[in-house]
C-alpha cells in the first residue's frame, strides 16, 4: 500500500463543508482584533490539547460538532457518531479484519478485494481506483469474519445523517462503458453477517427482508448518454425472499431518480447526503437525498413496521430499515478513480449502533 500525495487540492465553492478529520476550529476563524496575546494562547493551546487527544484516539465514538449539517440539526441529530481520515490508522490496508479500524476492503459474500485499488492521500483523503469483484464495494465501516461476532467494525442504527464527500470524473464512466461506477451505499449488517434477525418472521427459514440504501449511485446510464450528466440514482430497496432467490421492492421508481443543477462539476468535491428519520406510533420515518445540503428529489416515506405477509407493500414498504443496521461502502468501476474526502456520520446519539 503506497502512499501519495494528491495532485489536485482544488475545492469547489460549496464542497467540503468539514473535513471531519480533526474537529479542530482553525485559529484563523477566531476573530480577535485586540491581537491577545493570552487569549492566542489559550487558543493554541486549545488546539494543542485537541490534536493530542485525537492522535491518541481517545475521541471516538461521539463528538458534539459545532457545525452540524442543518437538515440533521431540524430533527435533534446533533452528535457526529462518526468521522474519518483515510490515514493507515483507519483503514485496515493490510486486510487484517482486526478491531479498531474504521474502514475495511470490501470482502462480503465472498468478494476478494483488490489492496493495490486503494491509495492513501497525504492530505487524509482515499483515491479509489475501481474494483469489481464486488458490488461497486471497495471499503465498508465493517467486514465479515469467522465465530460468533459474525463481523467486526462500525453498522448503524436508530437514524442518522450520513454524508460523504468525493469526487470523480463522469467521462471516465462512459469511456469504461458503465463497468461498475461510483458508488456510496450501505446494506443491512444483518443480510450481509447472516445474522438471526435477518429472518422475516413467520415465513420459512432463511427468508430474509433487509434494506439497502443507494445514498449516490452514478448509474443512470440513459441519462449520461444523452447528455444529461447531472442525474444518479438515489434508492431504497427492500429486499426479500429466500437466499438465492431474492428480489426487490420496488425493482424501479422514477423516484430513484436525483437531478443536481445542470452545471454540476463532478470533478471537484461535493457533499452527498441521506437523512434516515425512523418512524414512530405518531409519525411517518422516511429518507431524504441531499447534494451539498438541499434537498433533491422526493422524500419516501413508511409507517412503523409491523410483522407482515410478503411482499413489501405501502404504507410499510422501506420500514424494515428502522429495524435494521447500516454498514456504509464507497466504491468505484476500474478506470474510473473517486477520491473520497471525508465520510461523517450524525444522530441523537450512538446507543442504536453496533461496534465490534
Known amino acids: 500500500m503506497k502512499e501519495y500525495r494528491d495532485p489536485s487540492e482544488c475545492d469547489a465553492e460549496g464542497g467540503e463543508r468539514d473535513a471531519g478529520k480533526t474537529g479542530v476550529v482553525s485559529v484563523s476563524s477566531v476573530d480577535d482584533p485586540s491581537g491577545c496575546r493570552d487569549c492566542c494562547s489559550f487558543v493554541g493551546l486549545t488546539a494543542f490539547i485537541g490534536l493530542f487527544i485525537l492522535s491518541t484516539g481517545l475521541v471516538y465514538a461521539e463528538d458534539a460538532s459545532l457545525d452540524v449539517p442543518p437538515q440533521a ?12 481520515a483515510f ?16 474502514w475495511y476492503p470490501y470482502r462480503f459474500f465472498g468478494s476478494v478485494p483488490k489492496l493495490d485499488s486503494l491509495v492513501l492521500n497525504q492530505d487524509g483523503s482515499i483515491t479509489l481506483l475501481g474494483d469489481v469483484t464486488g458490488p461497486n464495494g471497495e471499503i465498508a465501516s465493517a467486514v465479515d469474519v469467522s465465530g460468533p461476532d459474525k463481523f467486526r467494525g462500525t453498522v448503524f442504527g436508530g437514524g442518522g445523517y450520513f454524508e460523504a464527500t468525493f469526487r470523480f470524473d463522469p467521462r471516465d464512466v462512459v469511456r469504461t462503458e458503465f463497468r461498475g461506477w461510483p458508488a456510496w451505499w450501505a446494506m443491512a449488517i444483518e443480510h450481509m453477517a447472516k445474522l438471526d434477525t435477518r429472518q422475516w418472521p413467520g415465513q420459512p427459514k432463511g427468508f430474509e427482508r433487509f434494506i439497502e440504501v443507494d445514498f449516490f449511485e452514478y448509474d443512470l446510464s440513459d441519462y449520461v448518454k444523452s447528455g444529461r450528466p447531472n442525474h444518479y440514482g438515489g434508492v431504497l430497496r427492500d429486499w426479500f425472499g429466500p437466499e438465492g432467490k431474492l428480489e426487490p421492492m420496488p425493482a424501479w421508481s422514477r423516484l430513484f431518480i436525483r437531478e443536481v443543477p445542470a452545471a454540476t462539476d463532478f470533478t471537484q468535491y461535493h457533499r452527498y447526503g441521506f437523512l434516515w428519520v425512523p418512524a414512530t406510533s405518531t409519525s411517518d420515518g422516511y429518507g431524504e437525498f441531499y447534494f451539498d445540503d438541499r434537498k433533491i428529489g422526493a422524500r419516501l416515506a413508511w409507517k412503523k413496521y409491523v410483522d407482515e405477509e410478503p411482499p413489501p407493500k405501502p404504507p410499510r414498504m422501506f420500514s424494515i430499515l428502522d429495524r435494521n443496521h447500516l454498514v456504509l461502502i464507497l466504491g468505484t468501476g476500474p478506470g474510473q478513480p473517486m477520491t473520497v474526502k471525508s465520510v461523517n456520520v450524525w444522530q441523537a446519539s450512538g446507543a442504536e449502533n453496533w461496534k465490534r
Open 87 to 102: 490515514t493507515a490508522q483507519e483503514v485496515d490496508v493490510a486486510n487484517t479484519a482486526r478491531q479498531g479500524f474504521k
Open 73 to 84: 440539526a431540524a430533527v435533534g441529530y446533533k452528535v457526529r457518531t462518526f468521522a474519518t
